[in-house]
């Protein structure tokens, strides 16, 4: 599967923003999609994941209650909603896939990458 990050942007602390990534190929709902983050110098981190028939979810602690991850497979995409942008927030956006029934949280279990999308947040 390819997959194509878009919508990151600049916007001001307290914004909302939505990333989407969209899928190629026909077994779109094959796939756990996730979101991870990375900034300069730090190791990307685990920010959300959808189940495949979008029922599960699991977030990283920092982003429970702001961002929402959820997923059209008729459409082959994946979304993240990020409500009540903090600057600490900035970062590349990822998003990725795994051919599982599981969700997990590691880098290493994503065999599928996009190409990421840069979200600044100004304070």
């Known amino acids: 599967v390819q997959l194509q990050a878009s919508g990151g942007g600049l916007v001001q602390a307290g914004d909302s923003l939505r990333l989407s990534c969209a899928a190629s190929?026909?077994?779109?709902?094959?796939?756990?999609m996730a979101w991870f983050r990375q900034t300069p110098g730090k190791e990307r981190e685990f920010v959300a994941a959808?189940?495949?028939?979008?029922?599960?979810?699991y977030y990283a602690d920092f982003v429970k209650g702001r961002f929402t991850i959820s997923r059209d497979n008729a459409n082959n995409t994946v979304y993240l909603r990020m409500n009540n942008l903090k600057p600490e927030d900035t970062a590349v956006y990822y998003c990725?896939?795994?051919?599982?029934?599981?969700?997990?949280?590691?880098?290493?279990?994503?065999?599928?990458w996009g190409q990421g999308t840069l979200v600044t947040v100004s304070s």
């Open positions: 959808i189940g495949r028939r979008a029922v599960s979810t």
């Open positions: 990725a896939a795994r051919i599982s029934e599981v969700i997990v949280t590691s880098t290493a279990t994503y065999g599928y």
């Open positions: 190929g026909r077994t779109f709902n094959s796939y756990v």
